[in-house]
């Protein structure tokens, strides 16, 4: 036998499943998606089926939304405890594409996405390229919340930023 080190990122554990709030959103960009896959999988894999999980998953082309096919068949599958919202920024102009076009916004968090108000009942995970945290809650070395989510309300506890 060979043996594989593996290098712990104490910053990049931000939480761990099970999730004590029932209400999870997930603000995704293209690669982001890896962390959320992960927490959906302990999510909707579990015994508990109390949490309502609502994503908004950015990409710039229908062609390069990562894990598609199993986001599609985990919402089939699971009802009304997970949705998915594609949000395309570069989709040209004559595909087949009817779902939503251009950036994450407030209209489409206050759409999709468990509101402030729900407090401790809700939490927020965001992952994504650096412009989006920006746009969205701020730098993710920055423990403070800034961005939208700030502006519409949400709290730093409710926001977690891989």
Known sequence: GN???FKHIEFNVKIQAPFDQ????MLVGGTGITPMLQAL???LGGDDKTNKV???????????ILGKDLLDQWCESNGDNLSVTHVLSHEPEDSKWSGDRG????AL???NLP???AGKDAIIFVCGPPPMYDALCGPRQDKELGGLLKEMGYEASQVYKF
């Open 41 to 43: 999988h302990a999510i």
């Open 109 to 111: 968090v206050k759409a």
């Open 115 to 117: 509101p402030p108000s």
């Open 54 to 64: 609502s994503m908004l998953y950015g990409s710039k082309e229908s062609s390069d």
């Open 103 to 106: 950036f994450i916004n407030e």
């Open 3 to 5: 043996t594989v080190d």
């Open 22 to 25: 029932s209400q999870i959103g």
